[in-house]
């Protein structure tokens, strides 16, 4: 199916959400394995997702943080999909090819549309996987839906640990300066330069996606205005809801969410909690396709009773990598 045109409601010009559709554009006709791109209706608006890996492998939704869109999974897809069904989902108001709607995150709005995308997808359960951002929208779903969800992958989520101001402080000053502001912001959150960071490789291919995934990344940070929303932090009690095999990545020198916070509130409200601490890595982390994958492989079981406590948690501190 072909994907319907990007609403320009959220960008600064009907120029730039051209150039990041172009762009996502060829990415997604660069797909390295077999796929299904699809359009699945939902109360938010259609919602562009790509499937893939065997149909009846176990279910996984993978939504990517803010200013992204499915072509975060690149580096990883061609991993998954050997034993996952990946559903690869552009959550609704960012760059991809989703409605550009954005519900207030106060409300449930962001949970129902996303049942729905489950629905539309024919799955009665699934894994779920959320970075940033959308790790507040799959947490806020799993809260609320938990009998619906096999288990879930944290990557440097929000709404757990507190926000940093000082990344807030940082755009206000730095985004009015242009291109060069915009790269400074960039590196503040990254840490590096550059975006390779996230599209790393073992097989870099220069006739293939790698090449064109930090253009894509850097055009929707000139182009796409991001949502200003404040992500609102669950409470304990709404975190205790969280019966299903959980696995959170954090570095510790996020500048954008107190990773700290999350590993300890974690820990306390989800005993079953995998927590991977990355003391020097950022908001961007390094490469987590492999313990991802294992973790969902390990983890594709019955959800525990909420009545229960399993076993405690565990907090893995690692180098980074």
Known sequence: MTPQ????????????????????????DLWPVPNQQRTVPTRAGPTFVVSSGPEDAPA???????????ARWLPQIEHWAQHLRIHAVDVIGEPGLSGPVRPPMTSDAYARWLDDVMKGLGLAQAALIGVSRSGWVVTDYATRYPERVTSLVLLAPGGIGRARLGILLRSVLLRPLGAWGRRRLLRSVVGRPTVTVAVSTPRPDPTGWQPLLPLL?????????????RIPVFTDDTLRRLTMPVFAVVGGRDGIF???????RLAHTAPQATIRFLPEARHVLPDQTSPVLDFLLTSNRPQYPASTTPHTSTLERHADR
């Open 217 to 229: 990344t850097m055009l929707i940070f000139q182009h796409f205005r991001q949502s200003r929303e």
């Open 258 to 264: 107190d990773s700290r916070q999350t590993a300890h």
């Open 60 to 70: 996984v939704l993978a939504l990517q943080g803010s200013a992204a869109n499915t």
């Open 5 to 28: 045109a990007i609403s320009v409601d959220n960008y600064r010009s009907a120029a730039g959400a051209r150039a990041v559709q172009d762009r996502y554009r060829a990415l997604l």
